[in-house]
């Protein structure tokens, strides 16, 4: 006892008068002497009791005064706020008597708006006079937390300080496609300022595709007609839509994790690279509203913009290059600031009792843009009720989990995932080999219509019998017979493959699940309630109205939603961590896998066929997959579920499956993604191709002029063999033998 209060203490003091300075601490820990008293036989409880208890005893109230506390104010990656609620949870696990508490911090660098210079998109006239200032700061509207003076400029994170001004083109939702439309326009973006929507792919992927073209710079902005579509008068606070002066901030990093550490942890002993070859962008880009983004499309001149262009503004969308006035421009000037500065995570154990070595890891961020309302801190909310649900089970009744549940409380997730990027780097070759799935909640919730879940086809099943169990949190879906989350969200976001299923999306990038699922390869799955499709995203999310009034007084009254996803959460925790045999849904990879495979086929056979160069090899390896898993599972129905030896084996066979699709060397030209399946693609790194390797190629070899075709050809067959290995090698993990 002596010795948990010294350490308790030492924590406190360290965290107290280290703050932003404390860069010598390796790592804190706290250790409790934790095991209860009473003891029970494990073959006295059921999976079952455990699964009920968890799910029965998920306290909304406790949640909603959790999320009031985090979200009284803003909490920045890096900052002073950030340590603050990292402290907060520490404290939390060690009261609630999780068995080691650690708060492991990063050296990375970090982006901030000037604390004095804001940063502002004028339009200049002709003779360079100001005819009209952006925003600052987004208006306090509704919550009295809006008009705190700590809310920082309005900024994008790790956009590049510089103070442009040039004609302004506008680019719709900044894809590819879209830029290619305006260059086969005529309009050259070289030297221009880009004004692009939001919403249809990742940030960073659209400044990344105007720097390459030559622009200057990039403006942002959510068009109404996707984040408002009831007009202004029907926006927060009188509904979930988005209002006028919203600005939503983010990263534009393109690679996870710290910049100046690539590959390696962000520790004291790491190397890092000069800042000037860091995956940064070089030109500065900026958030806007739209009754912002209407003073410059307004004013804008050049041809109409083609008719799926035009959003809901009462304005033509013109492409420009430019204003209408003659000798008018665009004045961009960004006033941020990259800087070193130490981020923490909070790691929470429950020791397993049988498999201590064996983890179950669950997480979520716990920094914010500005309060966090939804995203993420509806998910730290109920992650520490979940915690504290699983310490309360222990106290009664003596129960561990089988395997260690380990809870991860990430820091600076904001600006590209940079606590888990660095904790996965720095812990990976014990993670690899010892943990069993990586379970994410980003934001427990974004609207309380459906589930949406994201996972690798490794956890399909057991999603799908969680969802089952968890009650429903709609009043009128249970009116209409729906009893579970599982039956609104088959009824709600179907499958349109597999009828009679919901949609189980593929696991993009996004999220803390990056390090996890495309480095290492441990098995990963992402879950929230989501809002309808009236818009295409979260319409406060990342802006100054994503409040705790957002959440307790428009999305989830009752917090009714939040337990809902924190019980599904926890289920799936006890299953992966009780089951003696880990389920994994080994078929439904295998299918997924042959299907992937069908597609590839059915899109590029013939281009791939012009070449000469055969896909046999690779149809092969998935079809000795789908042998190898038919073998597999027909030799577990005789496993002797007595011997812990015999179980260990096949469950360690399991564990190998999703590991056996990391390529060390990475996709092509892309080492940061590693698992060969189920990378997300170049052009837009949320959403998932499978085999993303193979259809960037194919795809650039399709655009390429002839002179670069050999070359992507010769990449298209190195990586195509490289997968054909992997799938071999999946084939093979499932057996005793080598051969
Ligand atoms: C569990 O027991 C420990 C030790 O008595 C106590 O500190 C902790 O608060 C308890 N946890 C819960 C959730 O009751
Ligand atoms: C940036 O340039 C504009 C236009 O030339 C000018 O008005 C403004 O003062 C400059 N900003 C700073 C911080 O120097
Ligand atoms: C168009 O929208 C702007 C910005 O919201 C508003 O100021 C203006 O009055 C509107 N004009 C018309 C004709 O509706
Ligand atoms: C950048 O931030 C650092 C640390 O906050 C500060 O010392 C420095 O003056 C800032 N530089 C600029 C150009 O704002
Ligand atoms: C939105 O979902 C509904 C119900 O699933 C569907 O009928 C409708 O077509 C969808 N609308 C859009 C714009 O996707
Ligand atoms: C669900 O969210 C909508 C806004 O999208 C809100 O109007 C409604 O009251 C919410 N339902 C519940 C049960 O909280
Ligand atoms: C494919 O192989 C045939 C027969 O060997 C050969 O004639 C042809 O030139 C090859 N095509 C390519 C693109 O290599
Ligand atoms: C193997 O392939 C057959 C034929 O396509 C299919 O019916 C079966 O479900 C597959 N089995 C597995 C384990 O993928």
């Not at 994170?157 to 326009?185: C, H, L, Q």
């Not at 006028?244 to 690539?262: H, N, Q, R, V």
């Not at 589930?451 to 999603?463: E, G, I």
């Amino acid at each position: 006892m002596a010795f948990t209060r010294l350490c308790q203490y030492s924590s406190t003091i360290l965290c107290a008068t280290g703050g932003l300075a404390c860069i010598c601490v390796v790592m804190a820990i706290v250790m409790f002497p934790g095991d209860p008293k009473v003891n029970i036989r494990r073959e006295d409880v059921t999976l079952t009791d455990v699964e009920d208890y968890v799910i029965k005893n998920i306290n909304p109230d406790n949640i909603r005064q959790t999320l009031r506390y985090l979200t009284t104010g803003t909490h920045l990656g890096g900052t002073e706020q950030e340590l603050d609620m990292a402290r907060y949870i520490g404290s939390r696990w060690q009261q609630q008597g999780l068995d080691q508490v650690h708060f492991v911090p990063y050296q990375v660098l970090l982006s901030y708006p000037s604390p004095t210079i804001p940063n502002l998109i004028k339009i200049l006239d002709s003779a360079g006079q100001v005819v009209w200032v952006s925003a600052a700061k987004q208006k306090p509207l509704y919550a009295p937390e809006e008009a705190s003076p700590d809310i920082p400029f309005t900024f994008i994170g790790y956009s590049a300080p510089a103070n442009v001004t040039g004609d302004v083109v506008y680019v719709y939702y900044g894809r590819e496609e879209d830029f290619d439309f305006v260059a086969a326009s005529g309009v050259d973006i070289s030297g221009k300022i880009v004004l692009a929507r939001y919403g249809a792919i990742f940030r960073s992927n659209i400044v990344e595709m105007a720097e390459a073209r030559g622009g200057i710079g990039v403006i942002l902005y959510s068009d109404p007609e996707d984040y408002a579509p009831e007009g202004s008068n029907f926006v927060y606070p009188h509904s979930y839509y988005m209002p006028p002066s919203a600005a939503p901030f983010g990263t534009i990093k393109l690679l996870d994790g710290d910049p100046l550490t690539p590959y390696y942890p962000a520790t004291e002993s790491a190397f890092r690279i000069p800042e000037d070859e860091a995956p940064l962008p070089k030109i500065p880009a900026q958030c806007i509203s739209y009754e912002d983004a209407w003073q410059i499309l307004s004013r804008m001149g050049g041809p109409a913009a083609p008719e799926k262009w035009q959003g809901s503004l009462n304005v033509t969308y013109n492409i420009g290059p430019g204003l209408r006035e003659s000798g008018w421009s665009l004045n961009l000037d960004v006033n941020n600031n990259n800087t070193m500065t130490t981020t923490y995570n909070v790691v929470g154990v429950m020791t397993g009792q049988e498999e201590p070595d064996r983890y179950v890891v669950l997480g979520n961020h716990y920094d914010a843009w500005l309060f966090g309302g939804l995203d993420p801190n509806s998910g730290t909310a109920a992650m520490l009720e979940l915690s504290r649900v699983f310490t309360q089970l222990r106290n009664e009744t003596g129960w561990r989990p089988r395997r260690s549940l380990v809870f991860c409380a990430w820091g600076a997730e904001e600006y590209g995932t940079v606590g888990s990027v660095e904790w996965t780097e720095q812990f990976a070759k014990q993670l690899s080999d010892r943990t069993v799935a990586y379970l994410n909640v980003d934001m427990a919730i974004e609207g309380n219509y459906t589930l949406r879940t994201k996972s690798t086809p490794l956890l399909t099943d057991v999603v799908f019998e969680s969802a089952k169990k968890i009650a429903n949190p709609d009043p009128l879906e249970l009116e209409a017979g729906r009893k579970s989350v599982y039956d609104t969200w088959v009824v709600r976001r179907p499958d349109p493959n597999e009828p009679g299923l919901p949609l189980m999306q593929f696991i993009g990038s996004g999220s803390d699940y990056k390090g996890f699922q495309h480095n290492i390869g441990i098995p990963c799955m992402d879950t929230r309630y989501t809002h309808d499709n009236s818009t295409i995203g979260e319409p406060q999310y990342h802006t100054l109205y994503e409040t705790f009034a957002l959440a307790s007084e428009i999305y989830d009254k009752g917090f009714h939603y939040h337990t809902a996803v924190a019980a599904m959460w926890g289920d799936l925790a006890v299953v992966l961590s009780e089951s003696k045999v880990l389920p994994f849904s080994l078929v439904k990879y295998s299918n997924f896998i042959s299907k992937a495979q069908d597609d590839i086929i059915e899109r590029f056979g013939p281009l791939i066929n012009s070449q000469n160069i055969s896909l046999e090899h690779f149809t092969n390896a998935g079809k000795a997959i789908n042998e190898s898993v038919t073998n597999f599972n027909k030799a577990l129905e005789y496993l002797d579920l007595k011997s812990a030896l015999a179980v260990r084996r096949v469950n360690d066979q399991l564990m190998m499956f999703e590991r056996a699709f990391i390529d060390p060397r990475g996709l092509p030209g892309r080492p940061e993604y590693n698992h060969v399946i189920t990378a997300p693609s170049k052009n837009d790194a949320y959403s998932g191709t499978a085999f993303a390797g193979l259809i960037d190629t194919l795809s650039a070899i399709e655009e390429a002029q002839e002179e670069h075709r050999n070359d992507l050809w010769r990449t298209f067959a190195h990586h195509l063999a490289a997968v054909t290995h992997l799938l071999n090698t999946a084939a093979k993990v499932l057996t005793d033998d080598l051969w």
